[in-house]
């Protein structure tokens, strides 16, 4: 059951790499203006393709880890767990010697990775790159997912089984008995359909959770890692069957996991109908109430650990184990972290999940350690363009155009630091909470720099004197059309967060781009140096 709390933190880092896609968003040619200085692309479109780079390394990497975290939680569902011994018996006593089992039980878990990571290709092929791209902030999309991870959810609770077609598995386990190496394959199609009840929820979850990560192979990364959980026990256990004796024996634990990660799924599905709430500007569903319901799902979990709270298909508890009642003691202690944060504390461990801290009514918190805000949000009091779209990070006074920062910024002369952003960054909310409100690097921000904040994904329509079109007939009809075009054109990137530091003059990067970093020492070394930076420029 531990393993079900590593999953859910795990998809906390799947989302390492946020991107918004920028298909047909392009700008109609201009003429160029004679007063601007050119903006040499050249010279950070290696710089910027090498951040994209790192963060898409980082989440094809999240993204595996969650799987196999996901893959050895289905491994003690109660559809898989007991027909481990089972299998690896088949291998041992059809074997002539034990190198035969061996062999078998390897070609029996590459046909395991070989089913899933097909599974996972599939969805890359059916959707496409740039669709899998646009999922992230599709409103519909991350409504339906909401629907299908609480289906999810309550199937893993009781309500119901996800079952495919008795057909299939029959038909599949005829041809497992024709031997050789396709009956061995046969025999993994076999466990991945007969487990699909268990693991469904458990594959879906983490599909879901790939294709809105924005890699293009996050989908067949998912589903190796998770392929390759489930498979390598069979090896193990067929290497050494004496093993196999050590194993606990079924029984309504394994139930147990599956009401656990249920629990878990329920949360995990507040996640998406939050992006909708903030890319559409509802606020209904704001800070306050996410925590709300994750507090009530937690502490049920909670009591549901202490055998406080039964399901249908549970056993009867005459008493709790020691390692549920520790796992119980986690879960409600992580229930009454979570409380503070209705008054506002920051919550940074799970940042990454909640609603912008700005969404919050009730707030005391004060970031960077006092009430006291830097001078240029002094010295600049007019209200900013689209400022009551978009929710401030605390103690934050933002431009959220390009054009009005960066006249602001020539005024006052202070370079300007672009944010790229998305309202379902995970990142992005991750580096708001945990590192810009460190106090040298909020006095950084609000004092020495201008700050931009542009958001890529906002779905808000444009007015009808901005809407551009582009040769191909194609529209930029939204704002986050436009800063997603500014950035894919300008600096060759598409990720999120993505923080640039510009000199207003010029209008050219300080220093190199940079992504998330969740280090405050060294997310403010590269603050200095853009000043450094522009300090040398302009004298």
């Not at 000043?531 to 302009?538: G, Q, R, S, V």
Request: glycine residues 8%; charged residues 15%; proline residues 6%.
């Amino acid at each position: 059951m531990f393993l079900a709390f590593g999953m859910l933190f795990a998809f906390n880092h799947v989302k390492a790499q946020d991107s918004v896609s920028s298909a047909g968003v392009q700008f109609s040619p201009s003429t160029p203006d004679p007063a601007r200085p050119k903006i040499e692309k050249p010279v950070t479109v290696k710089q910027a393709k090498a951040v994209a780079k790192k963060q898409e390394n980082k989440s094809l990497w999240a993204i595996f880890l969650a799987g196999i975290g996901g893959g050895f939680a289905a491994l003690l569902m109660p559809c898989i767990f007991p027909m481990l011994p089972l299998t690896v018996s088949y291998f041992t006593k059809s074997g002539d010697k034990k190198g035969s089992a061996v062999a078998k039980a390897i070609i029996y878990g590459i046909s395991i990775i070989a089913i899933y990571v097909v599974m996972g290709l599939l969805v890359t092929i059916i959707f496409g790159a740039d669709a899998l791209n646009s999922l992230s902030t599709n409103g519909i999309f991350n409504f339906g997912f909401f629907l299908l991870i609480v289906a999810f959810a309550a199937s893993f609770l009781g309500a119901f089984e996800i079952t495919l077609p008795n057909s299939w598995v029959n038909k599949m386990d005829q041809n497992s008995d024709k031997g050789g190496l396709a009956g061995l394959f046969f025999m993994a199609a076999t466990l991945a359909l007969v487990s699909f009840s268990c693991t469904g929820p458990i594959i879906g979850t983490l599909l879901v959770q790939a294709a809105t990560s924005g890699a293009l192979l996050g989908p067949a990364i998912g589903m190796f890692g998770f392929a390759l959980a489930l498979a390598i026990p069979f090896v193990i256990f067929a290497l050494f069957p004496s093993l196999l004796k050590s194993l606990p024996q079924s029984g309504g634990w394994l139930n147990s996991v599956k009401v656990t990660l249920g629990f878990l799924e329920l949360a995990l599905a507040l996640k998406f109908l939050s992006n909708v709430d903030l890319a559409y500007h509802w606020h209904w569903f704001d800070r306050e109430i996410f925590l709300v319901l994750w507090i009530v799902i937690f502490a049920l979990m909670g009591f549901y650990l202490l055998g406080k709270l039964t399901f249908s298909h549970d056993s009867p508890l005459p008493y709790i184990s020691v390692p549920r009642l520790f796992l119980a003691i986690i879960v409600l202690s992580f229930t009454m972290y979570m409380v503070p944060g209705l008054w506002g504390a920051p919550l940074k461990s799970i940042s990454a999940f909640l609603p912008p801290q700005a969404t919050q009514d009730f707030d005391l918190y004060s970031p960077g350690g006092n009430n006291n805000t830097g001078s240029s949000l002094q010295a600049d009091d007019q209200p900013h363009k689209y400022a009551a779209l978009f929710d401030k990070p605390k103690g934050f006074n933002p431009f959220f155009d390009y054009d009005e920062g960066l006249a602001f910024a020539k005024k006052v002369h202070k370079p300007v630091m672009i944010d790229f952003t998305g309202h379902a960054c995970v990142n992005c909310r991750k580096m708001e909470a945990n590192v810009w409100t460190d106090k040298q690097v909020y006095q950084t921000i609000t004092g020495d720099y201008v700050l931009i904040q542009l958001y890529v994904d906002d779905k808000t329509t444009l007015a009808a004197n901005e809407e551009t079109t582009t040769p191909e007939g194609r529209s930029i009809k939204t704002i986050g059309n436009k800063w997603s075009y500014l950035q894919t054109s300008r600096f060759q990137a598409n990720s999120q967060p993505f923080y640039v530091l510009l000199d207003p003059g010029t209008q050219l990067p300080l220093v190199p781009p940079q992504g998330a970093d969740f280090d405050p020492q060294n997310y403010l070394k590269y603050l200095n140096s853009g000043l450094a930076a522009y300090k040398t420029n302009n004298n």
